[in-house]
């Protein structure tokens, strides 16, 4: 690949150091790849496709129970995620891809309860989205 082509792998994320990475890639004879700069300012790196990976990780999960997101965010973190989900999940069902269950509210929550069918018999059941399983029991037979 071009040096063009892989541009992005040494982007600046924090154009207020872009000074103090140019010195330092002289210093050293070498670029910094975009997560080295952002490790050296936060600490962590980011934009490396891990909160996607997981995002997908989980919505492809379709045997999993279902997510339960009717409650409010605790951390702008948990918002972010949450909305990054959301958007991942229309976009694969758009594409007609199978998504994990996900209750956006208590009426999603709702909907899906009167129309579960669950079958299973084990307390840990990863099917029942209301563990454990109480067949039979508040209108979940």
């Known amino acids: 690949m071009s040096e063009k082509g892989n541009s992005w792998i040494y982007v600046n994320p924090y154009p207020e150091y872009e000074e103090l990475f140019k010195r ?4 050293l004879g070498f670029k910094l790849f ?3 700069k952002s490790f050296i300012v936060l600490g962590h790196f980011r934009r490396y496709g891990e909160t996607t ?3 997908l990780k ?3 999960d379709t045997e999993a129970a279902p997510l339960d997101y ?11 995620y949450r909305r990054e989900l959301r958007g ?3 976009r694969l069902k758009d594409a007609g891809i199978k998504t994990r269950v996900v209750f956006w509210s208590a009426e999603d929550k709702q ?6 069918k669950g079958t299973c018999e084990k307390r840990d ?5 209301f563990p454990p399983c109480r067949k039979g029991e508040g209108g979940h037979d």
């Open 24 to 27: 330092i890639e002289v210093a």
């Open 58 to 60: 989980e919505l492809l």
């Open 88 to 90: 991942i999940q229309e």
């Open 53 to 55: 990976a997981m995002i």
């Open 111 to 116: 909907r899906y309860r009167e129309s579960y």
């Open 125 to 129: 059941c990863r099917r029942c989205p």
């Open 70 to 80: 009717t409650r409010r965010d605790m951390s702008h973190r948990e918002d972010f």
């Open 34 to 36: 975009t997560w080295q």
